[in-house]
């Protein structure tokens, strides 16, 4: 992923059974949580405006954005077809990747390393 590419995850919240999505943006040299999406704001899901954030809802989802959370790496426990049905899609894609079918039960990380572009072009 460059600089400025984002990815997002989404899952079924295990006590509410609805969807939450996440938007994550690469931004010096750390994923940034820039938006979550969610149906409901029960059971643990945000119900407020993040400190530095702020909320809009539309007649689907209500949104998170901001609250200044960043890490270099992130794992994401993967479910499967009953439990979680965690799902991701990479910047230019429209497509969800069904993790769950993939790799059902097993963590999967996201970090981000600095280096040349040059050594990722030739696939170093």
């Known amino acids: 992923m ?21 938007v994550y943006v690469v931004v010096d040299g750390k994923l940034w949580l ?7 704001h029960n059971a643990g899901l945000p119900s407020e405006s993040p400190y530095r ?26 479910g499967d077809n009953v439990l979680g049905r965690n799902v991701c899609r990479f910047y230019g894609r429209s ?18 390393e600095t280096k040349p572009f040059l050594t990722t072009l030739v696939g170093m």
Do not use: A
């Open 34 to 40: 820039w938006e979550e999406r969610v149906v409901s």
């Open 2 to 22: 460059y600089l400025g590419s984002l990815f997002e995850t989404g899952y079924i919240h295990s006590v509410q059974k609805t969807p939450v999505e996440d």
């Open 53 to 78: 954030g702020y909320y809009l809802s539309d007649k689907d989802w209500m949104h998170f954005f901001g609250g200044r959370y960043s890490t270099k790496r992130y794992m994401l426990r993967v």
């Open 95 to 112: 497509d969800w990747i069904d993790l769950f079918d993939i790799v059902p039960g097993k963590r999967c990380v996201v970090s981000v």
